[in-house]
């Protein structure tokens, strides 16, 4: 579906893309995570012909994408990081202005504004303007006027920025649901929690360069990180922690504050292990986590920063 | 493309920012200035009332040939020329007690050397202070004629208590006009230039590196030429029918001198329309500055040339005619506000056909150039 090779694109002595490859197979919800500025909005004005490059291809269904490739872009629909509507119109008449760019046939346009209405949810507020729309209603409006043409693959860059809990919640099923209808999703965020829970494949991002791509089972096995167990209100002394250090799949350690954060290797009994090191010195503690990894620390493994830094 | 100008025809005249700057504030101007400047040439005027005292213990042959007889002579020719004062005789005391019973405007007192008594201040005493000023001036002249050719007295004396030309003001072109005309000419100019606001309404919606918006509707499949157009045509169409809705606004309603035909008319509103929206569309599309700033130099520009044009002060445009004619020569604002002079006042049809030469020339560099811009359909950034 989408074909990236090489692309570079500098802002100056700024390099936003670095040689970024992509590759997405069609009817899949693919990812595209990482922190703000890594480039993921720079390489999606570069897939919609927006941004010039300096380097590059992009193929998007077999086709070069250029801006007067009309049969390329009549396929895609595009949600924007930041709300693009008409302030003065309506929430019917800004889906069907939108739609209207796509489908010229005025009674076909008239079934998919109110297919678009009734996925989103704004059925009782068809005739209110975007001013009188809550956030999450905005967002849900933003959406509506992305999809309503029913694309054959849709790009929504982080669309659930400032949504509350609800919306979001709304927001992620209609994009499951999107794709289940037939629709290829490309999906940017810095939400790795939203990336896990709907995509089927996810790329990292980080200064402009893919850094690793897979599912998300895949990119917890390229790390060493299995699990990490976090003991709060605990009391230890460095001949304590050097102890804890030397216990099987142990392989970091962190200490302060009175919280200890231990990384393993993915194995059996790992918690049970520290806990009995801790009673057996007698040394009593407070609340205990144990995690699979995320994302964040594929990321954080990879390039030594949180993904949220 | 029906969809397209039906909806950027509804996006704009919704916008109540946008409506009110281009489209509504030229009319609430016009109103103000016809009830400011527009009434000063149709105001009522009355003749000065004055009284004139003669020195007393002069016998009749004295006054015959005193200085006396040379200022009744006078102030008798400016009666008898123009509605401007009336004279009555009187005793000082009578005259003293119709100034303050507000009889007269104010007392002359005749003599060698003339003096004027007034009780306040304005119109009709600074007409009385006129008229002894511009008699003082002359009397050296006066008593020349008298003493080498006292046969010409009479004569010279008319000539100098002529004020028939301060009544009544006649254009070059035979058609009257009440003087206050210029201003409305330059505000037509202005209402013009104020198309600005509309082009760059337009402009922001059209690059994709100005807003969401404009990247969402670029991202589409729609050819970049027919965009361009869409919202070049509606916001030329809308602030072109608002300005045949002024200059109707300002003839029929207010009442306003305009005597030209519209086919004369229009053509220099049109390509004043054009002139003021591609203006807005090229300001907005060139260069990395903030909004403010563009709005900024919008409103400036506007300004500047409006002023110019002699929207403030109509001598303004008469110095720049006067000592620096080429920028009045690149300046729209003036030669739509020329334009109008020629249609309706000078009847001066080769100026006009020169005003609207340079218009339209002016008309096609900012459109190729806006056009040259907005274009582009890849960005170095957004």
């Given at each position: 579906m989408i074909k990236i090779e090489n692309l570079v694109k500098r802002y100056g002595d700024n390099v936003a893309l670095d040689h970024f490859n992509l590759n997405v197979e069609e009817g899949e919800i693919f990812g595209l995570l990482g922190p703000n500025g890594?480039?993921?909005?720079?390489?999606?004005?570069?897939?919609?012909?927006?941004?010039?490059?300096?380097?590059?291809?992009?193929?998007?269904?077999?086709?070069?994408m250029a801006p007067d490739n009309y049969k390329v872009k009549e396929q895609i629909g595009i949600v924007m990081q930041d709300v693009a509507v008409f302030e003065e119109l309506n929430v019917q008449e800004n889906i069907d202005y939108f739609c209207s760019l796509y489908v010229k046939d005025r009674k076909k346009r008239r079934e998919l504004v109110e297919d678009a209405i009734r996925f989103v949810g704004l059925e009782e507020y068809r005739k209110s303007y975007p001013k009188k729309l809550s956030g999450g209603l905005l967002r849900r409006l933003n959406i509506a006027c992305g999809i309503a043409h029913r694309p054959k693959l849709i790009i929504l860059?982080?669309?659930?920025?400032?949504?509350?809990?609800?919306?979001?919640?709304?927001?992620?099923?209609?994009?499951?649901?999107?794709?289940?209808?037939?629709?290829?999703?490309?999906?940017?965020?810095?939400?790795?929690?939203?990336?896990?829970?709907?995509?089927?494949?996810?790329?990292?991002?980080?200064?402009?360069?893919?850094?690793?791509?897979?599912?998300?089972?895949?990119?917890?096995?390229?790390?060493?990180?299995?699990?990490?167990?976090?003991?709060?209100?605990?009391?230890?002394?460095?001949?304590?922690?050097?102890?804890?250090?030397?216990?099987?799949?142990?392989?970091?350690?962190?200490?302060?504050?009175?919280?200890?954060?231990?990384?393993?290797?993915?194995?059996?009994?790992?918690?049970?292990?520290?806990?009995?090191?801790?009673?057996?010195?007698?040394?009593?503690?407070?609340?205990?986590?144990?995690?699979?990894?995320?994302?964040?620390?594929?990321?954080?493994?990879?390039?030594?920063?949180?993904?949220?830094? | 493309m029906w969809d397209m100008i039906r909806y950027s025809f509804l996006t704009k005249i919704r916008n109540r920012d946008l409506i009110f700057w281009p489209l509504v504030f030229p009319f609430v101007l016009t109103t103000a200035m016809y009830f400011s400047i527009g009434q000063v040439g149709e105001a009522d005027f009355e003749t000065v009332e004055a009284a004139i005292v003669t020195?007393?213990?002069?016998?009749?042959?004295?006054?015959?040939?005193?200085?006396?007889?040379?200022?009744?002579?006078?102030?008798?020719?400016?009666?008898?020329?123009?509605?401007?004062?009336?004279?009555?005789?009187?005793?000082?005391?009578?005259?003293?007690?119709?100034?303050?019973?507000?009889?007269?405007?104010?007392?002359?007192?005749?003599?060698?050397?003339?003096?004027?008594?007034?009780?306040?201040?304005g119109f009709p005493q600074s007409i009385l202070q006129m008229i002894l000023e511009n008699y003082t001036e002359g009397k050296q002249t006066l008593e020349d004629v008298a003493r080498l050719h006292p046969e010409g007295m009479e004569a010279a004396v008319e000539a100098m208590s002529d004020y028939g030309d301060a009544v009544e003001q006649v254009s070059l072109g035979g058609r009257t006009t009440d003087g206050t005309a210029q201003f409305f000419y330059a505000l037509l100019g202005m209402a013009c230039l104020y198309g600005c606001?509309?082009?760059?309404?337009?402009?922001?919606?059209?690059?994709?590196?100005?807003?969401?918006?404009?990247?969402?509707?670029?991202?589409?499949?729609?050819?970049?030429?027919?965009?361009?157009?869409?919202?070049?045509?509606?916001?030329?169409?809308?602030?072109?029918?608002?300005?045949?809705?002024?200059?109707?606004?300002?003839?029929?309603?207010?009442?306003?001198?305009?005597?030209?035909?519209?086919?004369?008319?229009?053509?220099?509103?049109?390509?004043?329309?054009?002139?003021?929206?591609?203006?807005?569309?090229?300001?907005?599309?060139?260069?990395?500055?903030?909004?403010?700033?563009?709005?900024?130099?919008?409103?400036?520009?506007?300004?500047?040339?409006?002023?110019?044009?002699?929207?403030?002060?109509?001598?303004?445009?008469?110095?720049?005619?006067?000592?620096?004619?080429?920028?009045n020569r690149i300046n729209p604002a003036a030669l739509i506000s020329d334009a109008m002079y020629c249609i309706n006042v000078y009847d001066a049809p080769e100026r006009y056909a020169q005003d609207m030469l340079i218009l339209a020339v002016m008309s096609v560099i900012l459109i190729a150039g806006t056009f040259l811009i907005i274009r582009r359909e890849r960005y170095v950034s957004i």
């Open positions: 890594s480039g993921k909005t720079t390489a999606i004005n570069c897939m919609l012909a927006l941004l010039k490059f300096d380097r590059g291809s992009i193929k998007i269904m077999g086709e070069e860059d982080e669309p659930t920025v400032a949504v509350d809990p609800q919306s979001r919640n709304k927001i992620l099923e209609g994009i499951c649901e999107l794709n289940r209808q037939g629709s290829t999703i490309i999906y940017t965020s810095h939400y790795m929690e939203e990336v896990e829970q709907i995509c089927t494949r996810i790329a990292i991002m980080d200064h402009g360069r893919s850094i690793a791509v897979g599912t998300k089972e895949e990119l917890k096995g390229m790390i060493k990180t299995g699990e990490t167990v976090t003991i709060e209100a605990v009391i230890l002394s460095e001949g304590d922690l050097s102890e804890i250090r030397t216990l099987p799949h142990v392989f970091d350690v962190q200490y302060s504050d009175q919280k200890l954060v231990v990384r393993c290797t993915g194995a059996k009994h790992n918690l049970i292990h520290i806990l009995n090191c801790l009673q057996e010195k007698e040394i009593p503690f407070g609340r205990v986590f144990s995690e699979l990894p995320t994302l964040n620390d594929v990321f954080l493994e990879i390039t030594g920063k949180q993904l949220r830094d | 020195e007393e213990g002069q016998n009749e042959g004295d006054i015959q040939n005193s200085g006396e007889e040379m200022f009744s002579q006078f102030l008798e020719g400016v009666e008898e020329d123009s509605d401007l004062i009336r004279t009555m005789e009187m005793t000082e005391a009578d005259a003293v007690k119709a100034l303050e019973n507000g009889e007269v405007d104010g007392i002359f007192y005749s003599g060698e050397d003339p003096s004027l008594t007034v009780s306040g201040s606001f509309i082009g760059y309404n337009s402009a922001m919606e059209l690059q994709a590196n100005l807003t969401p918006l404009a990247a969402r509707r670029c991202a589409g499949p729609v050819n970049r030429l027919s965009l361009v157009l869409t919202e070049t045509l509606v916001s030329f169409g809308l602030h072109f029918v608002n300005m045949v809705l002024l200059l109707a606004y300002m003839k029929y309603i207010l009442k306003l001198e305009f005597t030209g035909s519209y086919a004369e008319m229009l053509p220099a509103l049109f390509l004043g329309s054009m002139i003021g929206v591609t203006m807005g569309m090229f300001v907005t599309s060139v260069g990395k500055a903030g909004e403010g700033v563009k709005i900024g130099i919008m409103v400036g520009v506007s300004m500047a040339l409006s002023f110019l044009a002699g929207l403030m002060n109509a001598d303004i445009k008469n110095v720049v005619d006067k000592n620096a004619s080429l920028i």
